[in-house]
């Protein structure tokens, strides 16, 4: 069985992969996914979770992550690529609550995904949403 030549192997697989990354972009199929607005992370949350009661959303300025004050509990829609993850993050979930700068990091007990960071500018909201999150840590 002969083989290829290093030098012309790399080359070969290097180009290759660059022509996939380039065709998924032209097609579409990189584009990030993106939470619009409260009640569009509100309507994620309830189609995962339809007998969920939610008092309140927030989406973050980068409209990556929301969070979902429940009754009772907190929940939360993030993006992950061009897809949503929809979490519920009571019932020991939530691991420990802080405050990067403008960022509210939520720690998680999965280790699948073990932190959440939504970027609330506005401080009286972040705030009000760290109150809420420490409630839930056990």
């Avoid at 990189?30 to 309830?46: C, G, K």
């Avoid at 993006?79 to 609550?97: E, I, P």
């Amino acid at each position: 069985m002969a083989s290829i030549p290093l030098e012309l192997l790399a080359p070969m697989v290097v180009g290759g992969v660059s022509l996939v990354v380039v065709a998924t972009r032209l097609l579409g199929g990189a584009v990030p996914a993106e939470i619009r607005d409260d009640a569009h992370a509100r309507r994620l949350y309830t189609t995962d979770f339809p007998t969920a009661v939610t008092r309140e959303v927030v989406v973050g300025d980068r409209s990556r992550t929301a969070l979902v004050a429940l009754e009772p509990g907190l929940g939360a829609v993030t993006t992950l690529g061009d897809k949503l993850v929809v979490r519920q993050l009571d019932s020991g979930g939530l691991r420990a609550v802080r405050v990067a700068g403008e960022d509210l990091v939520l720690t998680l007990t999965d280790f699948g995904a073990p932190t959440l960071r939504i970027r609330l500018s506005d401080p009286s909201l972040r705030e009000r949403w760290l109150q809420r999150a420490t409630a839930e840590v056990t």
